[in-house]
């Protein structure tokens, strides 16, 4: 059973509306639907809300390192709590599939994410769970220009058409979240796919 979800993201003001904190998004949502509150937790250099599903402990993490330390906060509250790596649910933005698009997966590469980097370098493994949450990617809005540099695409905000479609893919992935938590992860894929 998943006993954590992380919510990939940048901590501070200037970065609450980044494409690259679709994961906070997400956790954000989800919360609010737990009737869970975020609180800023040192030891675990992050907000943390604790709830209940399945009279179970479910975590919910926003490390607050910086994207490329998400490890670090992830490594911590897993330490404490004796949290495994296939317990754990990573929710992050995702460059190579476009808005409105949400896919989830097990283990495999990082794909260039410097978050997954420093977790499966904390984890010492890439086998956790993955809900990739589709921003696109800066070269298919290049037309006939140069693309915007990614670093600089992934640290600002979306367009309002593009940031309705990311919200379409949040809810599309809170909506399989019940069967992904009770570990029915295969039907929880086959909804999820089978969805823009």
């Given amino acids: 059973m998943t006993k954590l979800i992380v919510g990939l993201g940048n901590p501070g003001e200037e970065h609450t509306e980044d494409r690259h904190n679709a994961g906070f998004w997400f956790l954000d949502v989800l919360a609010k639907q737990l009737n869970s509150r975020f609180e800023s937790e040192k030891r675990f250099h992050g907000k943390v809300a604790k709830a209940k599903w399945e009279g179970e402990d479910l975590f919910l993490l926003k490390p607050s390192t910086y994207m490329n330390l998400s490890g670090q906060s992830v490594g911590a509250l897993c330490r404490f709590h004796k949290i495994t790596p296939a317990e754990i649910l990573v929710v992050q933005d995702e460059l190579d599939l476009k808005p409105g698009t949400a896919r989830l997966k097990l283990g495999g590469g990082t794909g260039g994410h410097n978050g997954l980097k420093d977790i499966q370098a904390h984890l010492s493994t890439p ?24 670093a600089d695409y992934v640290l600002r905000r979306p367009q309002l058409a593009e940031q309705k479609m990311i919200d379409a893919s949040i809810e599309n992935g809170l909506q399989i979240l019940p069967l992904f938590l009770k570990g029915d992860t295969q039907t929880a894929m086959m909804e999820l796919h089978s969805k823009a």
Wanted: glycine share 16%; hydrophobic share 35%.
């Fill in 127 to 150: 086998e956790y769970w993955r809900l990739r949450l589709g921003i696109g990617h800066p070269r298919d809005l290049a037309g006939d220009g140069r693309p915007m540099d990614v």
